[in-house]
């Protein structure tokens, strides 16, 4: 009876020891943010921007040169869209998008008053950012992506505005950890939440780069 009962142990513990591992969870559900208005514009030019976001280094990071042509989609007051000109200029152009009027008559008068050129200020859609087809070399989206209501299609006409090199640099708050724990959940996004819907819409993860203070740093492009 005891040698019964040892084999029927070590039955059970083989069978659990080969038995599959669960299916991780699937990452929560991202519930869309509302879009800022141009009533909390000031936020967008906040004093100590430039030391949290550190414009330069993400230049660095996507190769930025003369002669690129870029979105900054979500550009709100054009904070990004300004200071990425100067880093295609003489050549390059910046397409500064937003589905607000109101952002975009902002990013003109900030664009006229600080002297910059090559900045196209383009009125797209919750589903269509109106950007040149196969035209981008780059497309970055800093903190906007989270707000998107209607993300399918606008990925696909993401995708179709890219040049066939052509790659998006999205840069939201981190979700994980406590480094963005002052900005609201509904604001801040995991990279599996990203993944989720970035994979299904055709697109992979090219690099993700997290020497950003607060903020997750992807680089995704179509898949080939």
């Not at 640099?169 to 990203?194: K, N, P, W």
């Amino acid at each position: 009876m005891k040698l019964l009962l040892l084999g029927l142990a070590w039955a059970l513990v083989t069978l659990a020891a080969s038995a599959p591992a669960p299916a991780p969870a699937p990452p929560p559900a991202r519930k869309p943010a509302n879009v800022i208005t141009a009533g909390g514009a000031s936020w967008l030019e906040r004093e100590g921007r430039e030391e949290e976001q550190r414009p330069a280094e993400i230049f660095r990071a996507m190769g930025l040169k003369d002669g690129d042509v870029v979105a900054d989609l979500g550009c709100g007051t054009g904070w990004f869209a300004r200071r990425m000109a100067r880093v295609v200029a003489p050549r390059g152009t910046v397409y500064a998008e937003d589905i607000q009027p109101e952002m975009l008559e902002l990013l003109e008068q900030h664009v006229a008053a600080e002297g910059v050129k090559g900045v196209v200020a383009v009125l797209g859609t919750e589903t269509d950012p109106k950007l040149p087809a196969a035209g981008l070399d780059w497309i970055l989206m800093v903190d906007v992506y989270h707000e998107f209501q209607k993300p399918g299609p606008m990925l696909e006409a993401i995708r179709r505005s890219l040049k066939p090199t052509g790659k998006v640099a999205l840069i939201e708050y981190r979700l994980e950890g406590t480094t963005a724990s002052h900005i609201r959940t509904e604001h801040r996004m995991s990279v599996e939440q990203v993944l989720a819907e970035w994979r299904p819409a055709g697109f992979r993860l090219a690099k993700q780069l997290e020497f950003l203070p607060t903020q997750h740093f992807l680089i995704l492009e179509p898949g080939r």
